[in-house]
């Protein structure tokens, strides 16, 4: 099929490389030319694994080509996909959906009416019915519209779209979802459930399940503070909890909570619709969920206090900065905030991270960025672990025994193995445990 996708961010990217694998003829258009040119050379803009060898693969089968105009795309494509972001508005909760209406006003100009949009962004319900409405003023025509939202988490972004768990469909017409079934044949051919909706439900399904994983972490994060105040452990309690079939163990995992680009903004852009719908009750348990995942960070600074006195002039290293291992998005990081509020304290912090310091260098924080992880740690009052990369928690805590001046680290992830660094002669000290240190 032909093929193209509008934005060529995270979302758009990776979509635009997996369509390429299937075997469609793919148009990627960005605006931003340096981004267009960057990718044309087969240079990934992000960090995600694997995906920039299936991008210079899908160039040199000739699968794929990225422009940064709309001209030709009517003859060139049958179906268009919109995958430009929805980023919260700076200074309040709600979702901007500004690219999605410009993107989609644009390709209207352009459109043929058997053409099929199909929107993968994650937007307020009620924003693909409005949608129809702004691109008819332009086309003259009823477009033909699906929501076919993506549920890719980065760092298995192109496995997470090449084999997703469901593909939702929503639309007004049953025969608009033709075509992109035959989009997606061979990954319906390998048993991937499809679910075809209404245009509002399928905007639902995306934001109430990000709304639902960030619940589930800030109630593992919750039970947390209760394991704090009275000397229970809430790593062991996931452990029991999960092996429940009905609760499942996945995102149970405690420690400084959740970050990235997705389930922040989701579950404040889903409160702020929930309001304009005269709903607002009805989500006002997500606010209680953002505000145990924002304690959690000061969780961190606390303990650190709590260990070193005064901050003030105390080296501390922190370990990982993106908001998840195999990513270099800082995007609402907890490792990067932490990281800023022991440095707004006066602590000199050194961050170390395997591939997200070239993005913290741009963001000129006044953080100490270190790739050498021995230099990191060396003369370190104390470490953070902020991020659970495989480096971090392959770490022999005998081997880095001699570089810290102090040897005490706080593991904000729980990945450690909490008998092999105290042996090694580390304090262990980890949110929502009561670990002694002898
Ligand atoms: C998320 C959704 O998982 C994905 O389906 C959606 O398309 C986009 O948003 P992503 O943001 O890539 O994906 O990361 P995810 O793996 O969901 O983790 C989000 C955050 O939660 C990370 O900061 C992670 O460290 C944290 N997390 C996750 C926990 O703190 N505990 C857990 O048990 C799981």
Known sequence: MKISVIGLGYLGTTHAVAMAQLGHNVIGIEPDSSRVQALKA???????????????????????????????????????????????????????????????????????????????????????????????????FVPRLCWNPEFLREGTALADSMLPDRIVIGSDDPEYNQALKGCYQTMIDQGIPVLELDLETAELVKVSANAFLA???????????????????????????????????????TGIGFGGGCLPKDIRGFI???????????????????????????????????????????????????????SDD????????????????????????????????????????????????????????????ADYKNLDPEAVSSLPRIKTIIDGRNVLNVDSWQIAGWRIIAPGRNIVNV
């Open 215 to 253: 619940t589930k972490i800030s109630f593992i994060n919750a039970m947390a503070e209760i394991a704090e105040a009275s000397g229970a452990d809430a790593v062991r309690l996931a452990e029991a909890i999960g092996l429940d079939n009905r609760i499942g163990k996945s995102f149970l995992r």
């Open 42 to 140: 087969g240079n990934l803009p992000f960090f995600e694994p694997g995906l920039e060898d299936a991008l210079r693969q899908a160039i040199s089968s000739g699968k794929i080509s990225f422009q940064s105009h709309h001209d030709d795309l009517s003859a060139a494509s049958d179906i268009h996909f919109i995958c430009v972001g929805t980023p919260q508005i700076s200074g309040q909760q709600s979702a901007d959906t500004s690219y999605v209406f410009a993107a989609a006003g644009q390709l209207a100009a352009v459109l043929k009416p058997s053409s099929l949009v199909v929107g993968k962004s994650t937007v307020p319900v009620g924003t693909a019915r409005h949608l129809i409405t702004k691109m008819q003023e332009v086309s003259g």
């Open 330 to 389: 800082l995007r609402d990081s907890p490792a990067l905030e932490i990281a800023l509020r022991l440095q707004a304290l006066g602590g000199v912090v050194t961050v170390h991270d395997p591939v997200a310091l070239e993005n913290l260098d741009k963001k000129s924080s006044g953080l100490i960025s270190e790739a050498d992880l021995s230099t990191a740690v060396k003369d370190a009052d104390l470490m953070i672990l902020g991020t659970e990369w």
């Open 272 to 326: 702020a619709r929930a309001d304009e719908l005269g709903v607002g009750d009805s989500l006002a348990f997500l606010k209680e969920v953002d505000q145990i995942n924002l304690r959690r960070r000061q969780r961190i600074v606390w303990l650190a206090t709590e260990e070193l006195g005064d901050i003030k002039n105390k080296k501390i290293t922190m370990l990982g900065i993106s908001f998840k291992p195999d």
